[in-house]
């Protein structure tokens, strides 16, 4: 028997991957066909799963409402395609952003000195060592009426003698844009960097000799070449973005409800598992489809590993 | 055209971008040191060393740790330890799994042809590709229903039922952190010069050998860097944790959660402060630890 196994190659293999394709079978395939399936079932009163197949916790999801002002039977409630819309937008945004501000940071560490590089990129990892959460909460002290930024904003302005009343910064949807941005820059500078450091030196040299100005370099060549780092990095932090829920239940409070929160809510206070199954199957859905038409246009890079 | 030109622009919003990065940090650890309890705005350091604890309404007018009151507060907080302990737990052994059933699985895909090899691959993608909120009530929604049917169909009760706990959290853990571990290792394996392998056969040594000697040196720093980042993205888990963990079982994100949606006090802030400073000892020391022993390499 074991002689047979070491001659048979194939068995060798099938038997090395299998645990990791076993728990990946069992831990993400199977509860991503289980959301599928609870997805068309109904909440029985006392919040738990029939099983039946209904497609209401859909129609709902696109504004299908039974529950309206003037005793029609049924009409449109724009509530969850808002949300939807809403969390598409702040993704797209945040991304936007995330790329503008890590650029030329990626771009300054590139073309240091080999020697500081490591020291560089370092800075930029230490503040992702804190946590995802303590991060959200450094955001939230910054942020209030009685913090830091309107504290600086307000001895400013007593210097310009302008008069200043504090912002009222946390709960809107700018504090969460903020929060997010800082929450996924580092993984936009990390695969950036990585494309930015394969460009060789000579073909800035050759570029050069050649004429062509700072401009041109960077449009013709610059640019181009990081192309891979973006595209990995605009996936690193789009598809998060999507679907967190702490950075905007705990910046947006209630003013900015995202997919994520409408899912969470499903799942813990509403009790209306099947709903959540639904909304985070289109969650789902909604970020394949962007990163498919994305990477197709643009190709999967491989910093995505590297970083 | 000199390589390390900068323009003036980069270097003004490399410095904007490192100060936007670094100033909620210096904040946050500021704020550890808050005299006031409230913790809205800054009163100050906790004055002076005393016999003990004195307030005044919200402000600290001493402590014997003076202005490391919230520091002492921290250490004698029996539920930060608890879910610190969690934590580790958690992290040390689902990295532990994850790695090993990993490269395994790195190993196979690299070397071996096998039938399941594209469905083994492709599933390495779904937790890249897919919003963690998705695999969390996902594998919630699986445990949720696994558990009640069994717990019916065995009669379990009291104890013996099965619920969320420290085993859910672990299990959900590995099956995110596994695919980044084999994606790492296999990244290593790509690299790497068969013609090694090769020779050490020649010369007589049979497979186990070989993989021994030859090839298990030489993607160690493949598999300790992938160790790695599945050490830190089980710390740093919130979302699959928050779906997958049961009494008993809170780890400090989820802990330092709870306590942001009450009240908030500057021990939130202490624990932030240590959490950074231990973090950054670690890594500091395996990267020394690293450098040196390419240095003996080399």
């Known amino acids: ?45 006392d919040g738990d799963v029939i099983y039946t197949f209904s497609l209401d916790n859909y129609t709902r999801l696109f504004g299908y409402s ?12 724009p509530l969850y395609v808002q949300i939807l819309w809403r969390s598409l937008t702040l993704a797209f945004n945040t991304t936007a952003l995330v790329i503008i501000m890590a650029y030329p940071l990626a771009y300054f560490i590139a073309r240091a000195h080999p020697k500081k590089r ?6 930029v990892l230490i503040p992702l060592w804190t946590n995802f959460v303590i991060r959200v909460y450094a955001w939230m002290m910054l942020l209030r009426k009685e913090g830091a930024i309107n504290i600086i904003i307000g001895w400013l302005a007593s210097l310009l003698h302008i008069p200043f009343t504090p912002l009222e910064m946390l709960y809107t949807p700018g504090a969460v844009l903020v929060g997010m941005v800082y929450e996924f820059l580092p993984f936009m500078i990390l695969p950036i960097y990585t494309s930015l450091e394969k460009i060789d030196n000579s073909l800035y040299e050759a570029a050069a000799d050649l004429g ?14 990081s192309m891979p780092g973006v595209v990995a990095g605009t996936i690193l932090v789009f598809i998060p973005v999507m679907g ?34 639904a909304a985070s199957l289109i969650l789902m859905i909604m970020t394949l489809i962007v990163t498919y038409f994305y990477t197709r246009k643009f190709g999967f890079g491989e910093e995505i590993v590297a970083a | 055209m000199n390589p390390f030109r900068r323009s003036p622009f980069v270097i003004v919003a490399t410095v904007l971008v490192y100060l936007f990065l670094y100033a909620p940090i210096v904040g946050l650890v500021l704020y550890s040191f808050n005299a006031s309890r409230a913790n809205v705005t800054f009163e100050g350091f906790v004055p002076a060393f005393s016999d003990r604890v004195v307030m005044e309404g919200s402000l600290v007018k001493s402590s014997p740790c003076g202005p490391f009151h919230w520091y002492c507060d921290l250490a004698k907080n029996d539920d930060v330890a608890e879910a610190a302990g969690n934590t580790l737990t958690i992290a040390v052994t689902a990295t532990i799994v994850a790695t090993i059933i990993g490269t395994m699985a790195a190993i196979a895909l690299q070397r071996y042809d096998f039938k399941l090899k594209p469905f083994s691959q492709l599933s390495l993608y779904i937790p890249i590709v897919i919003p963690e909120i998705v695999m969390g009530i996902g594998v919630l929604t699986l445990f949720s229903q696994l558990f009640g049917w069994v717990n019916e169909a065995f009669n379990l009760s009291g104890d013996a039922r099965l619920s969320l706990g420290m085993a859910t959290v672990t299990i959900s853990h590995i099956a995110f952190m596994v695919p980044f571990v084999t994606l790492v290792v296999q990244a290593r394996l790509q690299g790497f010069d068969k013609s090694f392998e090769e020779a050490a056969m020649d010369l007589g040594a049979n497979e186990w050998t070989t993989f021994r000697r030859v090839t298990f040196p030489m993607i160690l720093p493949g598999v300790m860097s992938g160790a790695l980042l599945a050490f830190t993205l089980s710390l740093d888990d919130f979302v699959i944790t928050f779906f997958t963990n049961g009494p008993g079982s809170t780890t400090l994100p989820i802990y330092v959660y709870g306590l942001l949606r009450r009240i908030i ?3 939130v802030n202490a624990l932030s402060t240590v959490w950074i400073l231990v973090v950054f000892t670690a890594v500091l020391l395996l990267q020394l630890i690293q450098n040196r022993e390419q240095k003996q390499h080399s």
């Open chain 1, 118 to 123: 490591n020291l560089f990129l370092f800075m």
């Open chain 1, 1 to 45: 028997m074991l002689k047979r196994l070491r001659e048979n190659k194939s068995a060798q293999g099938t038997l090395l991957a299998l645990p990791t394709t076993f728990w990946l079978f069992f831990l993400l395939i199977i509860p991503l066909f289980l959301t599928l399936v609870i997805s068309f079932g109904k909440r029985s009163p």
């Open chain 1, 212 to 225: 062509a100005n700072a401009i041109k370099t960077l449009l013709r060549i610059t640019l181009p070449l």
């Open chain 2, 265 to 267: 006090t500057p021990q």
């Open chain 1, 244 to 277: 967190t829920f702490i950075v905007s239940d705990i910046l947006g409070g209630r003013q900015v409800i995202l997919v994520g929160n409408l899912i969470q809510r499903q799942f813990l206070d509403a009790r209306d598992p099947t709903f959540g199954s």
């Open chain 1, 66 to 77: 039974t529950d309206c002002p003037n005793g029609q039977a049924s009409c449109f409630d």
